[in-house]
Every structure is written in structure tokens, then in C-alpha cells.
């Protein structure tokens, strides 16, 4: 059974730091892209960033670029997610996804879900 947990989550300040994880059991992910998304109350999912599988494919949302960095340790099934500088604004429940069939930006692509972790930044 395929399994994405994440870890990492808490309340921080703004202008603070967290990294986030999504640790993949079940089967490799080492060929696959991985990606983070997130949501609010009330609104949609929207993407974070994404990592392929060949070195230096990254992508980020605007909103945190120059902020966040994506990265990957194939030989461990894992992703991370480091923020910096975190804002109000970046509170939500963080989700690592992997292996979408399509594009990378949406989430409806992506065919394995983690649960989800709490990201509280207070102002």
C-alpha cells in the first residue's frame, strides 16, 4: 500500500522557518515527480512546488518563490519542503503528492495524496 506521511508542521512565527516532509512507503517514487500543495478553509488546493525526478527540475508558485526550496533524497522516498521568511498568509494544511499523470500545477494530476500537515504562522 502505497503511503505519503508528512511531518514537520507547527505554529511559527512570521519571518520564521519550518521543513516540512513527505516520507513515501509502498513503492519508489524515484522516477516520479513530487509535489507540495495547499489549502485554507474554505478555498481550493493550489500548488506550492513540484520536483521531477532529473536533477534541477523545480518548480514554484510565485507567491513563494525565492522563499520556499524543493528537494528530494531518492534513496530515501522522501521530499522536503523548506520555507522561509513565513508569512500570515502561508498558514494552511501542507500535502505532498506524487506522480501526476499530467501537469504538475494541478492537483487533480496527482494520483497519491499524504494527509496533510498544519502550518500556523502568527503575525
Known amino acids: 500500500q502505497v503511503q505519503l506521511v508528512e511531518s514537520g508542521g507547527g505554529l511559527v512565527q512570521a519571518g520564521g522557518s519550518l521543513r516540512l516532509s513527505c516520507a513515501a512507503s509502498g513503492r519508489t517514487f524515484s522516477r516520479s515527480t513530487m509535489g507540495w500543495f495547499r489549502q485554507t478553509s474554505g478555498k481550493e488546493r493550489e500548488f506550492v512546488a513540484a520536483i521531477g525526478w532529473s536533477v534541477g527540475s523545480t518548480y514554484y508558485a510565485d507567491f513563494v518563490k525565492g522563499r520556499f526550496t524543493i528537494s528530494r533524497d531518492n534513496a530515501k522516498n522522501t521530499v522536503w519542503l523548506q520555507m522561509n521568511s513565513l508569512k500570515p498568509e502561508d498558514t494552511a494544511v501542507y500535502y505532498c503528492?506524487?506522480?501526476?499523470?499530467?501537469?504538475?500545477?494541478?492537483?487533480?494530476?496527482?494520483?497519491?495524496w499524504g494527509q496533510g500537515t498544519q502550518v500556523t504562522v502568527s503575525s
Open positions: 503528492a506524487a506522480d501526476p499523470s499530467g501537469t504538475l500545477y494541478r492537483d487533480e494530476m496527482y494520483r497519491y
